[in-house]
């Protein structure tokens, strides 16, 4: 059973930045594929990014290539997501996620473990 708890949430104003980290417990850390999820109130919840097993491979959605970064440190068993230039329509609660896998994927289904969450509200 992994755990994980997300921190690094906030109240943000367009164009700053935000680092989110992820800590895990239990399981083989090193083993899985991550991947960051986030859900604005109404909508359905969406891939933000996705990182290897190793970290050689990363994948974003559209929506923030060029602004956020997803890295992890196996060592500490933990998963970043930094945030730069961040906009309104970034506010949402955001999400980590493990998947028993080389690669992360794209859909919520994919992935077999989930933090809480943790909130991002960035005023215009």
């Known amino acids: 059973q992994v755990q994980l708890v997300e921190s690094g949430g906030g109240l943000v104003q367009a164009g700053d930045s935000l680092r989110l980290s992820c800590a895990a417990s239990g399981g083989s850390f090193s083993s899985n594929a991550l991947g960051w999820f986030r859900q604005a109130p109404g909508k359905e919840r969406e891939f933000v990014a996705g990182i290897s097993r190793i970290g050689g491979s990363t994948y974003y959605a559209d929506s923030v290539k060029g602004r956020f970064t997803i890295s992890r440190d196996n060592a500490k068993q933990t998963v970043y997501l930094q945030m730069n230039n961040l906009k309104p329509e970034d506010t949402a609660v955001y999400y980590c996620?493990?998947?028993?896998?080389?690669?992360?994927?794209?859909?919520?289904?994919?992935?077999?473990?989930w933090g809480q969450g943790t909130q991002v509200t960035v005023s215009s």
């Open positions: 996620a493990v998947r028993s896998s080389y690669n992360p994927g794209y859909s919520p289904a994919a992935y077999d473990y």
